[in-house]
């Protein structure tokens, strides 16, 4: 339960402290006073967001923390799954910064909005206005019932099924669509592969190719040339290697007079050797040359067919026509492939179809047995808050899974006696949704481990004797829960354990709301004031001390 509520710079208020008692809590005030400015700040702490239009003073931070007793609540596992330390007195502190960046706290360790709102389901419940709206949606209906059936295993079971199944869905419909965009292009791919496979391209072969063409094209002159250099270097009068071979000769004959002679001599021979072998080169390459029309030809068309294909595929050279040759190989391969895979993710799939439809039924099946009953004690709830002849009835049908499960509920109400229930947002005033809401909080609680349970003016639209017994039902749910009320009802601000009052302070530069906690003669007052307003009479004072009896 709430043990402590720490308010700054929020809103309008500056500072703000409350120590709620464990039962029946009553917060009173004017219109505007700040009331729900405090289930504003219960909503950061229970992970809601924030901005800096939540600060009063924009150069300072907001500050929010809460204190809970969560001894009795086995709460130690949750707290060890988020790896957050455990402590039977749980701290939880929001940081709103000037710049609205906001930070939260649970024990100290830093946390996130989602671990937040987790541990925040399982302290307070907290009744706003708008939950009367929420009551004529279905999803929020169908979340009645199971929290009244107490279906939390069911639904667990239920959720991993159907996540389980929408995840083998998904991957059978990604395998699907790529199967349908593949075999849309499945032809002109394999045709781009076989003809790419029939070319039998070689990495390296075009360079080769294109010197080869380069010689074939010019071997006339290239012939021609060849043989004039062999002609200046052996086979001419006189030629290169004969005047060499004479020089050389001649230094043979001196080189033993003298070192320099003789190094001359070496390496006049090392050219002569050198000179020899160039011949010998000229001689076989000349021989090599010939002109083949024929073998041109073939080069030429084996470019062609290799020019071609980079300009259709849009490429440089032969080595990326083999990476798209790979790529369309794997393409290929791939549309045979796909028909397997999708064999075996549909047979997944219906496995795990046919397990959500299980988990279903039997969630659906402890929904519908409580049916009956819901209805029941509602409808007596509602006879004792006077409405003697209200029915409430379930409307149900099966429907495909969905996160939900497998049933669509529809709450159908009527108030006056013979007239047909019809549903909820057709036919139900302001005072009756306050009343069948009450109704099913009262219910609900004790199905419930909520330490806290927070009305914001439930009793709007209902008076008299219907609100001494709805404040009766907030005391007898405040045995087991602590319970805060905001009310403008003296009839149910009388039976509080402890009475807080809302009041705007205008004794600063800036209007600021403050709380304080009443005692017996200040309850008196408040409760005198809200039968017969500022001016009270003797008799609302008296009306006051009666109802606090």
């Not at 960046?101 to 541990?119: I, M």
């Not at 002109?188 to 029939?198: A, I, R, S, T, W």
């Not at 003016?457 to 805060?484: L, P, R, T």
């Not at 402890?498 to 304080?516: C, E, L």
């Amino acid at each position: 339960m709430l043990q402590r509520l720490s308010i700054e710079n929020y809103a309008l208020i500056q500072q703000l402290e409350i120590n709620p008692d464990a039962q029946l809590n009553i917060i009173t005030g004017e219109t505007g006073a700040g009331k729900s400015i405090i289930l504003g700040a219960l909503g950061l702490l229970l992970g809601n967001r924030a901005d800096t239009k939540s600060l009063l003073d924009q150069d300072k931070k907001c500050v929010i923390e809460g204190t809970f007793d969560i001894s009795a609540y086995q709460l130690k596992l949750l707290f060890e799954e988020h790896d957050m330390d455990y402590d039977s007195e749980c701290v939880i502190r929001r940081e709103i910064s000037t710049s609205g960046k906001s930070r939260a706290f649970v024990n100290d360790g830093l946390t996130n909005l989602d671990f937040l709102k987790l541990l925040g389901r399982k302290l307070m419940d907290i009744h706003s206005q708008h939950d009367n709206l929420l009551l004529s949606a279905n999803s929020y209906q169908l979340g009645l019932i199971d929290a009244f059936a107490q279906n939390n295993n069911f639904l667990q079971k239920y959720s991993e099924a159907f996540s389980d199944y929408r995840e083998k869905y998904e991957i059978l419909e990604q395998l699907r669509t790529e199967s349908a965009e593949l075999r849309k292009e499945a032809d002109y791919h394999q045709f781009l592969f076989d003809e790419l496979d029939k070319a039998q391209l070689q990495a390296g072969e075009q360079e080769v190719l294109e010197a080869e063409l380069n010689k074939l094209e010019n071997a006339e002159e290239i012939k021609l040339k060849l043989n004039e250099a062999l002609s200046a270097l052996d086979q001419s009068g006189f030629n290169a290697n004969q005047m060499l071979q004479g020089a050389k000769t001649a230094l043979g004959q001196i080189n033993k007079f003298s070192k320099e002679y003789d190094a001359l001599f070496e390496r006049l021979n090392s050219s002569w050797i050198e000179l020899k072998d160039i011949i010998a080169e000229l001689e076989s390459e000349e021989e090599q040359v010939e002109y083949e029309p024929r073998r041109a030809e073939e080069v030429q068309e084996r470019l062609s067919l290799i020019y071609k294909l980079q300009q259709k595929h849009q490429v440089p050279d032969i080595d990326s026509l083999l990476s798209i040759y790979e790529e369309l190989g794997d393409k290929v391969l791939r549309v045979g492939n796909l028909d397997d895979a999708i064999e075996a993710a549909e047979k997944e799939a219906n496995q795990a179809f046919e397990l959500v439809k299980s988990s279903g039924d039997t969630l659906s099946q402890s929904r519908t047995t409580v049916f009956t009953s819901f209805e029941k004690q509602i409808g007596e709830l509602l006879d004792d808050l006077g409405m003697p002849h209200a029915k409430l009835a379930i409307q149900h049908e099966k429907q495909s899974p969905s996160e939900s499960g497998v049933d669509k509920i529809n709450l159908l109400f009527s108030a006056n006696k013979g007239i047909a229930p019809q549903p909820l947002k057709q036919v139900a005033s302001g005072g009756e949704f306050s009343r069948l809401m009450f109704a099913v909080k009262y219910i609900l609680a004790d199905k419930t481990a909520l330490p806290t349970i927070v009305f914001d003016e439930i009793d709007s639209g209902i008076s008299g004797e219907i609100s001494i017994q709805m404040a009766e039902m907030m005391n007898k749910m405040a045995q087991n829960h602590q319970v805060i009320t905001i009310t403008h009802l003296p009839q149910i601000a009388a039976r509080g354990k402890s009475h807080y009052y809302v009041y705007k302070d205008n004794a600063q530069d800036v209007t600021a709301s403050n709380i304080r906690k009443l005692n017996h003669d200040e309850r008196l007052t408040e409760l005198a004031q809200m039968i017969g307003g500022k001016q009270f009479s003797e008799s609302s004072l008296e009306s006051a001390k009666e109802l606090m009896k």
